[in-house]
Every structure is written in structure tokens, then in C-alpha cells.
């Protein structure tokens, strides 16, 4: 029974014991591995760091590529520009270059790239060396554009030439020197468009277009400039008599000239320059120097003033203000001829002043007053008898209608600034006589300017010539010369009117032309004051004497030297006074108004007038206190016939002079 129990034991013990074999064997197989795991984590670990290591140095790698290679393009790109030093010289040698090779704008344009890289980079070594051959080479590119465009200018001036020599009767000067040269103006503009947009980046292109310009003017000169002088001589010998058709027909030629000489010049250039303006200035020289001697020499105002208004008005406003810039040149010359002009009109307008109006010597019909006046009257009376008053206001000269206009024309010039009024004697005037004679203009013969003294017709036309034609400061000296010299010949002719027939005559004379003369003058929008300025003399000879009596006080060294005084009280001084010649005009006429009032009134009523004031005197007796009272009717003068008589005497010199019926 124990064996039993043993056995059954011992066999649980030896299979324990197996088990525990196999436990053993599989914790050893475990131990093996996880020794094996150990092993392959490091050998994991060591595989890692080596991986990691490579791609690292991978990468580094990488970036030392990348750099080389960017390195390389940076160095390759800018050693393309020092190549290209190579490339454009063979190009620039090549027998078969042109100008007009569709590879020549691009060479030019990788030339201004090369030239501006190294101006910029001038720490690169030998770039100076390098930035001087691609200059030569860009020197060399210019002159062979230079050299084509000079040809093309050339060879055009050549083909307009023989046919100017041999005109063909079926071509106009016209389509002779402006379309066939314009021919040639497409393959120059497209280079010059091309020079024009790089002026900015080098001196050299600035320097090309300029030598190119002044050689299209040469060649223009040279084609335009004979014809120009020979048609100028022409319109000089056509018109040697008619100065005024000489400056219009002049002027017009030069401005068409100067229009299209700046059409063409555009149609071979895209900018302006000022070889332009002095090429067309040159050509109005011309003409200038064919007028200026005529104006020198003329001595009619009314030929003056229109040539002063063609240019001013014709030729300076209607053309030259519509085209500033192509008449650039043709305005500078035409204003010198303006001032050429105004200068002679000045000038003769002086001599005018002294002689035709201040110098003028009446005929016996200028002084024949009243009987001009009472011709007049009568041609008055028979003129309503079958005329109306339109009529008789058509019947006036353009002259009377040339001063009537300024009356007009007052309330237009007080809001232009630069008021317009009489058109001279050989301009026509697009106001009617009715219009032209306004309220300022009574309508009786006798008051029509051809009835005013010579004098003051003379000076009011002058001044209405002046007034358009030259600056106010200068007109304004003028009037004031002019209106006291007209003051003066009205003076000297009242007195042979005086001499001639009566005080009377004599003041109603001078009082009707200061009234005609300064209505005539008010529409003027100028003052008539002028201001003067002199040197006093007048202390220079007390000083003197001063200098005399005190001679011996020339060495003293204190305020009462003789000398000192001489020069601080003799200095002579500055004094300004104005000079209003139309109140001159209004204190000559008050002053021979009441010189009129008081003759007549002591030709009408004399001996009453003197009986008042003795009569006065008697009154003023018989008031003051403590006289004795005198009686009036006890005075011989104051009886009752002699009374009778002063009055019958008073109403009948009266009745004579006023026709008081």
C-alpha cells in the first residue's frame, strides 16, 4: 500500500522534475533570448547612429552642392557680361553688320546692360579695363548709327536738290522739300526713338543725337534756307511800296515755314531741342533783316500803327497764341520787330507833336471864325430839308467815325483789360456811322471833325493810333506831350482869331475845342498824369557866396568848415511833381469860361454893372454908423434920365447880341 503510494509519488516527483526541466530549458531559451534581443538592440542602436550620421552627412552634402552650384551660376552670370565683351566685339567686326539688322537694337540694349552692370560693380577685378572696351564698343555702335543717319540726310538732300535746280512744273515746293525728304523720316525716327530712351543712361547717346540733329538742320539749312531768302526778296521787290502787304505776306510765309519745318522735324525725332528753335529763328532773321530798314525809315504814323496792329493782332494773337510752340522762334523775332516798330512810331510821333501840332502855322480858312460855323449852319438848314438823321449821320468820315468809336466803346473797355477802340484811317470798321456816332458826337455839320481845328483833330487821331499800338507808360507821356501842345496851338490860334475879329470869337473858339477835347480824351482808360522829376540848382548859389564870404574858414577842422558847408547845403535836390495834362485840358477851359462870362457880361450889361457898384457904395455909406446919409436920389448918376438911359442902353446891347425879340 505504501509502494502504491510511493510509486504514484515518484512519479509525480519525476514528472515535476520533467516540468521543471522544461521550465528550466524554456527560461534558458528565454535568457538566449533576450541575451539575442539584447544583442540585436544594440546592434539595432549602433546601425541607427551610423544611418543618422550618413544622412546627415547626406545632407550636408546636399547644401555644400547647392551652394557650389549657386555659387557657380552667380560666378557664370556675372562672367557673362565680361563674355560678352567677346561676342559684341565679333559683332561689331562682322563685314555684314547693319544698322537695320534686327540683332543691332538687342546688341545695344545688352550693351547698355554690360556698361551699367560694371559701373556698378567696380570692385570686380579689371572692371575699369572691361567698362572702357564695352565704351569703345558702345562708341563704335553709335557711330554706325551716326554714319546711316547721316547718309540718309545726305542722300535725301541730294535727291531733293537736282529737281529744286530743274523744277517739274507738276510738283509744288511743297511736296519738293518737305514730302520727299519726309520719305526717309521712318527708318530715322525708329533710331532715334531708340537713342532718345537711353539719353538718361549715358553722355554718349545725349552726345550722338545732338551731332545727328545738327546735321538733319544743316542739311535743311542748306535745302530750305536759299529758298526761303530768295522768296523773302521776292515778296520785298513785289511790295517795295506797300510796307504793310510786305509785313503780312512776310510774316505768313515765315509762320507756314516755321509750322512745317516743326511737322517734319517730328516726323524724324520724337523730343524737342533747341537746335530747332534756332534753326527756324534763323530763317525769321531773315525777314527781319529785310524789314528792319524799311521801318527805319518810315515816317508815316497811319503806316506805323497798321504795322504795329498786324503784328500785334494778326500775327502775335491769332497765330502765335494758337501755337506757342511751333512759333516759338517766329514770336521772339516778330516782338522784336513789334519793338522796333513801336520805337520809330515814338519817335515819329515827337517829331509829330512838334511840328504838325505844336509847330503848325494856321491857313487864314482855319481861323475863319464864326464864318466857317455859319457856312456850315446854312448847309445845315438845306440838308433837313431832304435828308434824315441816319442820313446825315452816314455823311461823316471814317476819320470822325475812328473818334466817335472810343465813346462806344467805353463801357466794353472798362471790363477787358486790354480796352480796343479807333481802327486807324486805312483799317475799316465794322460799326456802322449810326452806331459809330453815339451821344459823345452831336450831328451837325458843323460839329463833324472836319470842322475842328486842325490841331486838335490831329491829336485826338495821333492818340487813337498811340493808344493800340503802344505800352500805357509809354502813351501816357506821349498824350500829356501831345495834349499841352495842342493847348498851346489852340492858344495861339484865339489869339489870331482875336486879332482877326473880336474877343468874343476868340473865347467861344477856345471854349469849343477843350470841350471837344476832353470829351475826346475821357474814354481813354489811361491817367494823364505824368510824374516829372528834376534836380534843384537853386541852393547851389547861396551855397557859393556862402563858400565866397567864408573862405577863410576852408582849413578849419570843425562843423563850420567852409567847404563842408558848401557841399552839404549846395547839393542839388530831387524834387517830383506830376503832370496832369486833362486837368490842364479842364483848368484852361474853367479859366476861359470865366474869362468868356466876365466879357461878355461887361460888353452886355457894363454901364449897369456900374451903376450897381456905385450904387453899392452909396448903400454901404448910409449903413456904417455915424456917417452922414447920403441920399442916392440926389446923385448925379442915379437921376432919373441918366438911369433911363443906362437901361434903355443895357436891353438894347441885349436885344443886339441875344436877338431877344
Known amino acids: 500500500m505504501e509502494s502504491q503510494d510511493e510509486i504514484e509519488y515518484r512519479s509525480f516527483i519525476n514528472q515535476l522534475q520533467d516540468y521543471q526541466e522544461q521550465c528550466n530549458h524554456v527560461l534558458g531559451e528565454v535568457n538566449n533570448a533576450l541575451a539575442d534581443l539584447n544583442e540585436l538592440q544594440k546592434q539595432y542602436i549602433d546601425v541607427s547612429t551610423k544611418t543618422n550620421a550618413l544622412h546627415e552627412a547626406c545632407e550636408h552634402l546636399v547644401d555644400e552642392q547647392a551652394w557650389l552650384v549657386n555659387s557657380a551660376e552667380s560666378i557664370n552670370n556675372k562672367l557673362s557680361y565680361f563674355n560678352e565683351l567677346d561676342r559684341i566685339s565679333s559683332k561689331l567686326g562682322s563685314p555684314t553688320l547693319a544698322v537695320t539688322n534686327e540683332s543691332f537694337v538687342p546688341m545695344l540694349s545688352r550693351l547698355d546692360e554690360c556698361i551699367g552692370y560694371l559701373n556698378a560693380n567696380l570692385q570686380f577685378k579689371e572692371s575699369t579695363v572691361y567698362l572702357a572696351r564695352f565704351k569703345q564698343c558702345l562708341s563704335k555702335a553709335l557711330n554706325f548709327i551716326k554714319s546711316h543717319v547721316v547718309n540718309i540726310l545726305q542722300r535725301a538732300t541730294r535727291q531733293v536738290i537736282p529737281v529744286k535746280e530743274a523744277p517739274n512744273p507738276n510738283e509744288d515746293a511743297f511736296t519738293l522739300f518737305y514730302g520727299k525728304f519726309g520719305t526717309h523720316a521712318p527708318r530715322v525716327k525708329a533710331l532715334m526713338e531708340q537713342i532718345e530712351q537711353r539719353i538718361d543712361k549715358s553722355p554718349e547717346y545725349s552726345q550722338i543725337l545732338t551731332d545727328v540733329q545738327q546735321c538733319y538742320f544743316n542739311q535743311r539749312t542748306t535745302l530750305v534756307g536759299p529758298s526761303v531768302t530768295s522768296a523773302i526778296n521776292d515778296l520785298a521787290a513785289k511790295h517795295v511800296r506797300d510796307h504793310c502787304t510786305l509785313m503780312r505776306s512776310g510774316c505768313a510765309f515765315i509762320i507756314h515755314v516755321c509750322e512745317d519745318e516743326y511737322r517734319l522735324f517730328f516726323n524724324f525725332f520724337s523730343k524737342p531741342t533747341p537746335l530747332l528753335d534756332s534753326m527756324l529763328e534763323s530763317m525769321c532773321n531773315q525777314l ?84 466857317k460855323l455859319e457856312m456850315m449852319e446854312s448847309i445845315s438848314e438845306s440838308l433837313k430839308q431832304g435828308q434824315t438823321q441816319g442820313q446825315r449821320s452816314g455823311s461823316s468820315s471814317s476819320s470822325s467815325q475812328e473818334v466817335a468809336q472810343i465813346n462806344s466803346t467805353t463801357a466794353e473797355t472798362s471790363i477787358k483789360e486790354q480796352p480796343s477802340i479807333m481802327t486807324p484811317l486805312r483799317i475799316n470798321t465794322n460799326l456802322t456811322p449810326k452806331e459809330s456816332v453815339g451821344s459823345y458826337m452831336p450831328m451837325s455839320p458843323a460839329d463833324l471833325h472836319g470842322m475842328w481845328y486842325p490841331t486838335v483833330r490831329r491829336t485826338l487821331v495821333c492818340l487813337s493810333k498811340l493808344y493800340r499800338c503802344i505800352d500805357k507808360t509809354t502813351f501816357q507821356g506821349l498824350s500829356q506831350e501831345a495834349l499841352s501842345m495842342c493847348i498851346h496851338s489852340l492858344l495861339a490860334a484865339s489869339e489870331a482869331i482875336m486879332k482877326r475879329k473880336n474877343l468874343m470869337d476868340c473865347y467861344l473858339f477856345l471854349v469849343k475845342h477843350l470841350l471837344i477835347l476832353r470829351e475826346q480824351i475821357a474814354p481813354f482808360q489811361v491817367e494823364f498824369a505824368v510824374k516829372e522829376t528834376v534836380l534843384d540848382f537853386s541852393k547851389i548859389k547861396d551855397a557859393a557866396v556862402g563858400l565866397y564870404q567864408h573862405k577863410y574858414k576852408l582849413l578849419a577842422f570843425n562843423s563850420s568848415n567852409a567847404l563842408l558847408q558848401f557841399l552839404l547845403e549846395g547839393t542839388p535836390h530831387v524834387t517830383e511833381h506830376f503832370v496832369d495834362s486833362k486837368k490842364d485840358v479842364d483848368n484852361q477851359l474853367k479859366k476861359t469860361c470865366e474869362e468868356f462870362i466876365h466879357h461878355v457880361t461887361e460888353k452886355m450889361v457894363g454901364n449897369l454893372q456900374s451903376f450897381l457898384s456905385k450904387v453899392d457904395v452909396i448903400l454901404k455909406m448910409n449903413d456904417d454908423d455915424g456917417a452922414h446919409n447920403v441920399s442916392l436920389r440926389k446923385q448925379p448918376f442915379a437921376g432919373p434920365e441918366k438911369l433911363h438911359d443906362i437901361v434903355t442902353e443895357t436891353y438894347k446891347k441885349s436885344e443886339k447880341h441875344c436877338a431877344i425879340s
Not at 493782332?313 to 522796333?340: G, K, N, P, R, W
Not at 512838334?354 to 502855322?361: E, F, M, Q, T, V
Open 288 to 371: 527781319y533783316d529785310i524789314l528792319r530798314p524799311l521801318i527805319i525809315h518810315i515816317s508815316h504814323l497811319e503806316t506805323l500803327a497798321e504795322l504795329c496792329s498786324i503784328m500785334k493782332v494778326e500775327m502775335m494773337e491769332e497765330h502765335v497764341q494758337h501755337s506757342l510752340t511751333e512759333l516759338a522762334a517766329f514770336e521772339a523775332v516778330c516782338s522784336q520787330m513789334l519793338e522796333d516798330v513801336q520805337e520809330r512810331l515814338v519817335y515819329r510821333s515827337h517829331i509829330y507833336i512838334r511840328n504838325d501840332i505844336l509847330g503848325y502855322n494856321p491857313a487864314p480858312g482855319d481861323v475863319a471864325y464864326p464864318e
